[in-house]
């Protein structure tokens, strides 16, 4: 009886073993790899052997924040064993460090095997830098010039304005959202793609949750300033979901991040006094004008985000922080603006404005009749959607998929040139985002960077 037995079992075992072997098996990979080489290029590495020729060989690559993956397959050469690498130029690829994601390759051979790796994580990392670091589950911090205590104040001062805005508009940060503090210009601009405007100061690429600013360990009063702005547009693109920053007019997303640059929330002197002389000299600008791009001449620049941060204080104040955030829900949905106005607030973007002039004192404006065209919606603050717009309009565009990004000014240089241009062209920091900054406007550094914004191309 246990001869038998044991007959049976070594029948069994050698049957088992005579069994084809399954086809996910057939293909096996030996080695993977991924490397940052930021900002040259990134490479996806791979060897695999099967019994059979491998014919052919895919990646697949997810971005955090990108609904849509992307397929490419590389150069390799066919055989029994191969290895192959797939490089992603990120000339014409660009995307910004701190990117996350997963990749998976996809292998068949001759014998028609087939094999699907499993998902592996990566992160876009720029080893350039000796990167200091502070960070809670909502925000992290990045910067290598200046000291502990410099870094320590641009964190406190971005988790108050984070806490205050998730508040304010009922938004919640459920993923961590990333700064990269560039100390000088050279380095900034190594790290931004090709064709950035030579007045770029920042960019924030909404999609993937991450800006970059240029912030001297000398600037410190702009970057307390701009660093809270640029999180707030990051904080709007999450809570309106698909359509982001786009879907509001320029003003109202504009408004809200110099309305929480600060907390309590408050208007800088040179927007304030920009504000005060327009009341008085019954010069301000239509807020239609404003639902688009900005203008950049200097006194057109600060009125516009004078104006913007005082109609979002009207709405807060006269209609109730509730109201507001139920305008920034009904923008979720592709609607023409004044069709939400009506909804929530029961008046259109006109009415709306002919109460905001009579609470701040100003004269009532002839209201032109509205055009019945459907809003063009587009990214936020010149950080916005084209990568390279032209100077008097703010968009921006990061790569591969339609990124909403958007670009802030530079910040002004430590002494004002003796005499600066009416209209200056480096006006950037959010790109239109953050506000902007007039260079050479004696004591105005801040001010400066903040009209570099207003043509900054923030996606």
Known sequence: MKRALVFFVMLMVALVSAMPTHAQDAITITSNKFTSNFRTNLLFQVDAQSSAEITTMAITVQL???????????????????????????????????????????????????????????RVEDTTKTWKKMSNEKFALYWYSGGDTFGKQLFDRAIAGLNATEKGINANVSRQLQIFVYGN?????????????????????????????????NDLEFGLRAVPHELTHLVIQLK???????????????????????????????????????????????????????????????LSYAQ??????????????????????????????????????????DGLEAEWRKDIGAKPRVVATRSNATATPFPTFSLSTDPNPPPTVARATATPQSVAAAATSAPAPTAAPKSAPSNNPLTSVCGGAFGFILLGLVGATWAWKRLHKTRETWQ
Request: glycine share 8%.
């Open 64 to 122: 955090d924040g990108i609904a849509s993956s992307s397929r490419f397959v590389p150069e390799f050469t066919p055989g029994a064993r191969v290895n192959a690498t797939y490089t992603w130029n990120l000339a014409t690829r660009y995307i910004p460090p701190g990117v996350t994601g997963q990749y998976w390759w996809t292998i068949e051979d001759k014998a028609g095997n087939k094999k699907q790796s499993d998902k592996f994580n990566f």
């Open 308 to 349: 913007s941060y005082s109609m979002i204080e009207f709405i807060t104040r006269h209609y109730g922080k509730d109201k507001l955030m139920r305008l920034l829900d009904a923008f979720k949905n592709a609607r023409h603006y004044d069709d939400v106005m009506r909804e929530v607030l029961s008046v259109d973007t």
């Open 240 to 302: 309106l979901g698909d359509l982001g920053t786009s879907a509001l007019p320029q003003w109202m997303n504009e408004g809200l991040a110099v309305y929480y640059e600060t907390v309590p929330p408050s208007l800088e002197d040179y927007l304030d006094r920009a504000l005060k002389r327009a009341i008085q000299n019954d010069t301000l600008l239509p807020m239609r004008t404003l639902v688009g791009s900005f203008a950049t001449a200097n006194e057109a620049a600060y």
């Open 185 to 217: 210009r050279a380095d900034f601009f190594a790290a931004m793609e090709p064709g950035t405007r030579d007045w770029t100061g920042g960019r924030a690429f909404s999609d993937y949750g991450i800006t970059l600013i240029n912030i001297g360990s």
